[in-house]
């Protein structure tokens, strides 16, 4: 049976900041035979999604996963491209649906302001990695 996991990652680096930890989600596909068997599957996949390395600011950088945030099989009843449904109630479900211009595609780089903090070493040149100015916005 396919099956599709939400699972939960943290971005640690040694500057612990006061408004929160930088977290991920991420949702993969996979086959297992059993739901149990799924469960510790999407444990391992979260495991060993786990990686360490130096980021551009030589600062070491470690996403651990946190956990299972949900599970569930996808079964004849979707689609073939299906990765997620959720069924739930909704008053006014029209407002849960973003105008095309605030989608993440076009605002990937405002999830977290700045991600110069996630990119690796080996990408930056070999001159002195430094923090990129921030642009003024008009």
């Known amino acids: 049976m396919k099956y599709a996991a939400n699972l939960l990652f943290e971005w640690r680096l040694p500057d612990r900041t006061p408004r929160g930890s930088r977290c991920e989600e991420r949702i993969v596909v996979f086959r297992a035979p059993t739901d149990r068997k799924a469960v510790a599957l999407a444990k391992k996949i979260g495991r060993d999604g786990q990686m360490s390395y130096l980021n ?11 956990g299972i945030r949900d599970l569930m099989s996808l079964g004849n009843e979707c ?4 990765v997620w449904y959720r069924f739930f109630r909704s008053k006014s479900p029209r407002r849960l649906v973003r105008e095309d211009r605030r989608l993440a595609v076009f605002n990937a780089a405002r999830t ?3 991600v110069w903090w996630a990119v690796p070493l080996f990408l930056v040149s070999k001159q002195k990695a430094r923090r990129p100015k921030p642009k003024a916005h008009a």
């Open 112 to 114: 977290l302001r700045s």
């Open 56 to 66: 551009a600011d030589r600062k070491r950088l470690r996403v651990h996963f946190i």
């Open 79 to 82: 689609d073939r491209g299906e």
